[in-house]
């Protein structure tokens, strides 16, 4: 079984699927911090995020890998842990470029595919372009300033800085962010964390 989760930049979806995938008792997989993962190490390497073969040739001797736990996801490039510097401004601000690049898409989808069964998986194109058959299917949405409110508590910048970084990554990120036709959009505006998570469940669970 899958259960897909995509939507909008900042609208929870690592938060909700994290307890979705707590209840149900099996993993969730964070695909944006496989593209924040090219990202980072291709700014680490001084390389052009608008070159896709030189990112890949990079990302090819330094191989990445998703440990996709239930508690939290974390990413490794051998021995070194890259979670923590996934959620920089800096990540923020290239991911997009890095994502937009055919090639790089194929190389997280290679890996998202060959994780076993059964999964939560969150992203943009989850339900629809990596796993158009997954049984389950939800997208979150939210206001453009509900989102930043959320996540000012994360970041050193101020709120209307977020909600335009925001905003320019929605548009950035157009190509892959249409929910699928049988995704269930649930607006998180005025829902609780809790909220979200028990309205997913109660759909799995049906
Ligand atoms: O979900 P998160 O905000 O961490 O994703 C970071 C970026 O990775 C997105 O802005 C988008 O450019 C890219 N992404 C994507 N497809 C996905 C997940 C993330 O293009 N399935």
Redesign the pocket.
Known sequence: MIVTIDGV?ASG?SSVSGGVARALGIPYVS???L??AATLLGLDAGLDLGDPGALLAHLSTHPVRLEPLAEGNRVWQADRELTDDLHSTRVDKG??VV?AHPQVRAWVDDQLRALPEPFVAE????GTAVFPHAQHKFYLTASARIRAQRRAKERPDDIPDIEAALIR?DEL?AN?IAPAADAQVLDTGPMTLDEVITTILRAVRA
């Open positions: 930049a979806k695909s944006g911090l593209y924040r991911v997009s994502a992203g943009r194109d989850m990554r990120d892959q």
